[in-house]
């Protein structure tokens, strides 16, 4: 089993910075693991904005656009951070983390409400 708590999330104004974390534990050493953060906006789906390999060495963003976030992995915490800037009213939603095995997501935090004003 593995477990992950999301934190950092809360109300910013547009163009802000904000830093969400994601706590990871347990059984989390399977070689191809890789954690994911995703976001689901009132009445959308959930999109992944950004993912990165277990060991930290691959990084992938499927919205090119985005350009804004960095996600990046403690090694020493297990933490997987979510770094966000130039925040937009459009960033608004629920960011959830979640952790791949092998193939699919199989796990996934309660997820963390990040809010932006315009």
């Known amino acids: 089993q593995v477990q992950l708590v999301e934190s950092g999330g809360r109300l910013v104004q547009a163009g802000d910075s904000l830093r969400l974390s994601c706590a990871v534990s347990g059984r989390t050493f399977a070689p191809s693991g890789r954690v994911g953060w995703f976001r689901q906006a009132p009445g959308k789906g959930r999109e992944l904005v950004a993912s990165?390999?277990?060991?930290?060495?691959?990084?992938n963003y499927p919205d090119s656009e985005q350009g804004r976030f960095t996600i990046s992995h403690d090694n020493t915490k297990n933490t997987v951070y979510l770094q966000m800037n130039s925040l937009k009213p459009e960033d608004t939603a629920v960011y959830y983390c979640a952790f791949k095995p092998l193939l699919n997501y199989d796990y996934w935090g309660q997820g963390t409400q990040v809010t932006v004003a315009s």
């Open positions: 990165i390999s277990w060991s930290g060495d691959d990084t």
